[in-house]
């Protein structure tokens, strides 16, 4: 089958690979559209801690099931699939206390595991999901809005929330969504791109400014005295240095984007004390997949008008180069069946 494979850090090429064999608990899924996401981005940069090269990125999957191991029961041939990609140890205290994204042995297919961006992809039958009424390139935004579900549970916004999101991508359009569906009242949200916050406002923003210096007094007067949650879905850590002074007084601050593993960034300590903040991680999925599903089927959250770019595997750098440079780009999907 053909893949790609990132053999080490900036460097990556398409080639042909043994397909996966089924393990007796195992299904074999063809692929039918993979995301391009930040996180591939960083490992593909070399700054993602947990990739083992050479490796089969990919990780938001979307297929139809071909076959299944003597073990499986749950999962048939034909079905219409997505596959939550940390696979658990399933023994650790972290997976015995419903906190897997923390596994002690985790294993995550595109990551250190064979992933999506190829013809065939084998998950356990405990990591995929049967969707209905999505098309594949719907059901490949499972794994991201998942991500997006443990975020927005960790913040647990009360009802009237006034919420600040930076970063109007594929994520933070799925964030904004989100948060409208768990209790915020009021929504701002910044973006250096004209095109991402037209749409961002078309999903349900009250308030879209154009990052800078120019935004500050807007936000102000959006909040005057700050908002309850502030979200980053940015990764870059000079936009979440300034965004901790928009929090209110006892708010929450969410770093949701993916920083490079080794930046840093500074925060005084005596304003987390004078002022009650609390400053929350999200890392991953933790047992949100069906909410994700379920926010998709019922049309609580749309991924309409989000993918921009639709490639083959050969696509894959020319994908990240341009969902990198943002302007006229959101979520790039790979389909292995699709000359590029």
């Known amino acids: 089958m053909r893949a790609v494979i990132v053999s080490k850090p900036g460097t990556a090429s398409v080639e042909s690979v043994p397909e996966p064999i089924c393990a007796p608990d195992g299904v074999i899924v063809r692929v039918e559209r993979c995301g391009v996401c930040g996180t591939d981005q960083h490992l593909f940069e070399g700054d993602y801690g947990l990739a083992r090269y050479p490796v089969i ?19 048939h041939p034909g079905d219409h699939v997505v596959i939550e990609p940390n696979i658990h140890c399933e023994h650790c205290s972290y997976c015995r206390t419903q906190r897997g994204n923390h596994c002690l ?33 719907q059901a490949a935004f499972v794994e991201p809005l998942s991500c997006v579900v443990h975020g927005v549970r960790r913040l647990a916004l009360q009802p009237g929330s006034r919420v600040l999101l930076a970063g109007a991508g594929p994520i933070g359009l799925l964030m904004l969504q989100t948060l409208r569906r768990s209790g915020a009242a009021a929504i701002a949200v910044t973006d250096l791109h004209t095109f991402r916050l037209e749409l961002a406002r078309r999903l349900g923003a009250d308030a879209c400014l154009q990052a800078g ?11 005057p005295l700050g908002f309850d949650a502030v979200i980053d879905c940015t990764g870059i850590p000079q936009v979440v240095e300034s965004l901790v002074p928009y929090a209110a007084n006892g708010g929450k601050v969410l770093l949701f984007g993916v920083a490079p593993e080794h930046a840093q960034m500074t925060i005084r300590p005596y304003e987390l004390f004078q002022r009650d903040l609390t400053i929350l991680g999200s890392f991953a999925v933790a047992y949100t997949f069906d909410a994700a599903i379920v926010l998709l ?3 609580a959250v749309t991924v309409d008008g989000l993918v921009t770019h639709h490639l083959g595997l050969d696509g894959f750098v020319s994908g990240l180069t341009a969902a990198r440079a943002g302007e006229g780009a959101l979520k790039v999907q790979l389909d292995p069946a699709l000359a590029t």
Not at 57 to 75: D, K, L, M, W
Not at 213 to 223: D, F, I, P
């Open 57 to 75: 990125p990919g990780h938001e999957i979307s297929g139809a099931v071909v076959e299944v191991g003597r073990e499986v029961s749950s999962v």
């Open 105 to 137: 042995d985790l294993r995550v297919i595109g990551i250190n595991q064979p992933g999506g961006f190829a013809e065939y992809v084998q998950a356990p039958e405990r990591n995929i999901y049967v969707v209905a009424g999505l098309s594949a390139a």
């Open 213 to 223: 210096a120019a935004a500050s007094a807007a936000l102000r007067e959006v909040a």
């Open 297 to 299: 089927e019922a049309g």
